[in-house]
């Protein structure tokens, strides 16, 4: 729901938010008029499925519970109302009848900046009075798709989100979505409803099960509540969590009991009292000695590179990450499951330079919450080491260190900036500028091999189908900095990320980054989409913008109905699909002729159609000249409507065999662009 101070409509998006971004296509081919008027005419019929009463529930003003005046007297002296409930509308008091523990927990949630919750509609308690107190709510078709795009939206803002889901199915379907944000470090709040405490043992009615032992391995923290009194307790416990030290998931589950207890005032709630008194925004500073040592031996260093992780993202320390490069003339490349906290097109970037990172002879790690073993990353063995984390413990685990130091990464980084002598290191620039060049010239010789397969088959190598993509974004009339992209898949995965760039905060998602999550892009790219309509964190100054997500075929059968939810909330999504008719695996049977139709699909399905009939605009292309025509018609439409598409790119399964069509594709060189396990 938006805020007070926004327009009514602001889950609907904003073309005028979309502004200069409009320009972007304009005058890229001559078929660019020509085609609007057939695109906007669809993309007119598609919006009418939107029903009235979305519109009318999305403008519904937001309104929070409490407890009459003289009732609120548990809170401890000194605690403030906190203000965001100025932003809530008229207070709901029910005279006597006190709030549920679904609208205490709703008001926690507000109180703390819950960013959005996504969900199917289930846990109607919880869901429900998230939504009244005026936090942003999505409604999607599938649990597991809106957990994934929650974790899209924080992704791409660095916020706590938090997504919900019914009893038992509902809950278990979101499983394989809770464990690529845990793999992710991403502060996700997982809500499930869990029938009633009376249910327990008897199986009395449906759908009764133990939820935590479930995401054993896969949270952060998670509690059952089951005494109601303490759900405010519990959900102090939940946001101490995510807000602090190194993030993760938080699974909590609520019986009926629980979510629809009355509470008559404030004294009859545990622990009630503001977050300011049960938990703290303080963080770690580096000791001094430590910090010494650690300028010291980066001043010595002559190849030094530092490895920017997710900590630096979320703690929004990129400035200071750029005066420290820039000072000491200093590699930097960025890692985790968001790039774009040091730009790749920056001169000092290493995310292209693996074949210079060899010669490194000091790496400091700052955030990286995922460390690499020894030798996954293009870094030379038993190279000096300094590793920056929040936390103690994890220091030293997979790879030995020189120099460990707790501390917050931000304030790191700025003590670094201002105690760092300025130095040039001439030649490590030069060999950085090198081994970027020839990365980029290797790339180019591959794409004119697999050009050659293109024309001759009349069907899209995904290798020049995402050069194509890169030319777009970067090449031509947009601003590189504008778009925000997402890449999964097998064989669509090993060509969009050589291809795909970050050139600002948030601006790149690996959906497949340390978990290998199989069809959630098009899901999580539905969050991230939200995230830039609404202009959250990073995203502000490219408010309106669409997002693109490149993806497969068997990652269609995951997500593909989301695109109904993006039309919902008229979320502009361009979703480039490869297709190639089968899974990226199929090789794998080459040498048993009996399990080869295990791998295999429909001939060329089209699921360009299928999009229009979710209220999409759909594109079939089999040409890179077809393919530049669709995105400039997808972007326009996107400008104008907030209209999402789906650009379906004819393959051939075949292009998978390395034998047929050489040479065989793989992984991307570790850290860097293209980079997906830590």
């Known amino acids: 729901m938006p805020s007070q101070d926004e327009p009514k409509d602001a889950l609907h998006g904003s073309n005028d938010a979309f502004g200069p971004y409009g320009r972007s296509c304009a005058g890229q081919t001559s078929t660019a008029t020509a085609a609007r008027a057939h695109a906007e005419q669809e993309g007119k019929d598609s919006s009418l499925r939107v029903s009235q009463a979305v519109t009318d529930s999305l403008a519904a003003s937001p309104r929070r519970a409490e407890f009459a005046p003289q009732q609120a007297n548990s809170r401890l002296a000194g605690d403030p109302v906190p203000p965001q409930h100025a932003n809530s509308g008229p207070a709901l008091r029910d005279a006597g009848e006190g709030l549920t523990g679904a609208q205490v927990f709703a008001n926690l949630c507000q109180d703390e900046g819950l960013a959005a919750l996504f969900c199917a509609a289930g846990n109607y308690h919880i869901i429900d009075e998230i939504a009244q107190v005026g936090i942003p709510c999505y409604g999607g078709r599938t649990e597991g798709n809106m957990c994934s795009a929650a974790d899209g939206f924080s992704r791409a803002t660095g916020e706590v989100v938090a997504c919900s889901g019914t009893e038992g199915p509902g809950f278990t379907h979101m499983i394989m979505n809770i464990g690529a944000a845990n793999a992710a470090h991403t502060p996700l709040l997982v809500l499930a409803s869990n029938t009633r405490l009376a249910s327990e043992d008897n199986r009395k009615f449906i759908q009764f099960m133990y939820q935590q032992p479930v995401t054993e391995g896969m949270k952060k923290y998670g509690k059952r509540i089951t005494v109601p009194s303490r759900i405010y307790e519990y959900g102090a416990y939940a946001f101490r969590h995510l807000k602090s030290g190194v993030p993760g998931v938080v699974h909590l589950d609520f019986p009926e009991e629980v979510a629809l207890a009355r509470f008559k005032d404030s004294s009859e709630l545990a622990c009630y009292f503001g977050r300011e008194r049960y938990r703290s925004d303080s963080r770690p500073g580096p000791a001094s000695r430590e910090m010494r040592q650690a300028i010291a031996m980066i001043a010595q260093a002559e190849r030094p590179v530092l490895i920017a992780g997710h900590g630096v993202f979320l703690r929004q320390a990129w400035e200071p990450l750029m005066q420290v490069a820039e000072k000491c003339e200093m590699a930097v490349v960025g890692s985790g499951p968001v790039r774009g906290h040091f730009p790749d097109e920056h001169r000092l970037s290493g995310s292209m330079s693996n074949q210079a990172l060899l010669k490194a002879d000091l790496a400091v790690f700052v955030g990286q919450y995922e460390m690499p073993p020894e030798g996954d990353y293009t870094l030379p063995r038993g190279v000096k080491t300094i590793r920056v984390h929040p936390v103690q413990e994890d220091i030293g685990r997979n790879w030995p260190v020189d120099l460990g130091m707790v501390s917050d990464e931000k304030h790191f980084l700025e003590a670094l900036a201002d105690g760092l002598p300025a130095r040039k290191r001439d030649n490590w620039v030069h060999e950085l500028a090198a081994a970027r060049q020839e990365r980029e010239r290797e790339q180019l010789e591959l794409y004119s091999q697999f050009l050659k397969y293109t024309r001759d088959s009349n069907t899209l190598h995904p290798f020049v189908l995402c050069k194509e993509v890169h030319d777009f974004l970067y090449r031509g009339s947009i601003d590189p900095k504008q778009t925000l992209t997402l890449w999964g898949g097998n064989m669509i995965g090993f060509c969009a990320s050589p291809w795909l760039r970050a050139n600002r905060p948030g601006q790149e998602i690996p959906v497949v980054y340390q978990f290998g999550p199989m069809g959630p892009e098009l899901a999580m790219a539905l969050g991230a989409g939200a995230a830039v309509q609404r202009g959250t964190g990073p995203q502000a100054p490219y408010k309106g913008a669409p997002v693109v997500v490149i993806t497969g075929d068997a990652g269609m059968a995951f997500s593909l109905f989301e695109l109904d939810t993006c039309a919902k909330y008229k979320i502009p999504v361009i979703c480039i699909v490869y297709n190639n008719n089968c899974w990226g695996t199929y090789t794998f049977a080459e040498r048993h002729p009996r399990a080869q139709h295990l791998y295999l699909f429909q001939d060329n399905l089209r699921y360009d159609k ?53 040479p065989p594709l793989g992984f991307a060189p570790e850290p860097g662009v293209g980079a997906m396990m830590h």
């Open 610 to 662: 299928m999009a229009e009939l979710m209220g999409a605009h759909g594109e079939y292309v089999r040409t890179p000249e077809e393919l530049r025509a669709a995105l400039q018609r997808s972007y326009e439409l996107a400008g104008r409507q907030n209209l999402s598409t789906l650009i379906n790119c004819q393959g051939l399964r075949e292009f998978n065999d390395g034998k047929l069509y050489p």
